[in-house]
T-cell receptor, first 113, second 114 residues
Framework: GESVGLHLPTLSVQEGDNSIINCAYSNSASDYFIWYKQESGKGPQFIIDIRSNMDKRQGQRVTVLLNKTVKHLSLQIAATQPGDSAVYFCAENMGAAGNKLTFGGGTRVLVKP | EPEVTQTPSHQVTQMGQEVILRCVPISNHLYFYWYRQILGQKVEFLVSFYNNEISEKSEIFDDQFSVERPDGSNFTLKIRSTKLEDSAMYFC????????????FGPGTRLTVT
């Protein structure tokens, strides 16, 4: 079946460095992608989204890149801070009426002081 | 800032018992969802709900599951006869729009079936 998956289960990064989290998706019908952050004991928190008619979108300290040719999504976090330590999920939405999100497996980011 | 709330935060139940998980979506949202996350695994979609009807459901959402919006503020997930494998975090979410809309998640209910 089609799915969203992540390449790196754990990413250790020095405080102040940039982080890059990758995600591969296989459903070419997906046209909306979201990155969520999940801290321990909490629900997923929206970070940034991107539609398939774009290849880059920037937020505050975060940038999402979408490469539809190779079905790849990435999240870049600039100047990583201790508060960025969490599990990051990518999710895809095919735009169907049910608005179902399909989540990837998650990448844990550990920020070292 | 408005947020989705869920109760209880932790529910322990015996196998075969019925449980009801409760959610209060954000007040101006019209689309509601339940997801679950088994420990160490992905977040999985269960069901979406709009206008008092199920819009979409996954294969996980079998006859043992049901959802209801009993009043203008609550959204519930009922599991009629719990199984050990139902143990998971259950997240409620809501959104303003039906497609391409940001889904806001609640803090989750940890369900433990013994």
């Amino acid at each position: 079946g089609e799915s969203v998956g992540l390449h790196l289960p754990t990413l250790s990064v020095q405080e102040g460095d940039n982080s890059i989290i990758n995600c591969a998706y296989s459903n070419s019908a997906s046209d909306y992608f979201i990155w969520y952050k999940q801290e321990s004991g909490k629900g997923p928190q929206f970070i940034i989204d991107i539609r398939s008619n774009m290849d880059k979108r920037q937020g505050q300290r975060v940038t999402v890149l979408l490469n539809k040719t190779v079905k790849h999504l990435s999240l870049q976090i600039a100047a990583t801070q201790p508060g960025d330590s969490a599990v990051y999920f990518c999710a895809e939405n095919m735009g169907a009426a049910g608005n179902k999100l399909t989540f990837g497996g998650g990448t844990r980011v550990l920020v070292k002081p | 800032e408005p947020e989705v709330t869920q109760t209880p935060s932790h529910q322990v139940t015996q196998m075969g018992q019925e449980v009801i998980l409760r959610c209060v979506p954000i007040s101006n949202h019209l689309y509601f969802y339940w997801y679950r996350q088994i420990l160490g695994q992905k977040v999985e979609f269960l069901v979406s709900f709009y206008n008092n009807e199920i819009s979409e459901k996954s294969e996980i959402f079998d006859d043992q599951f049901s959802v209801e919006r009993p009043d203008g503020s609550n959204f519930t997930l009922k599991i009629r006869s719990t199984k050990l494998e139902d143990s998971a975090m259950y997240f409620c979410a809501s959104s303003v729009s039906s497609t391409h809309g940001e889904q806001y998640f609640g803090p989750g209910t940890r369900l433990t079936v013994t």
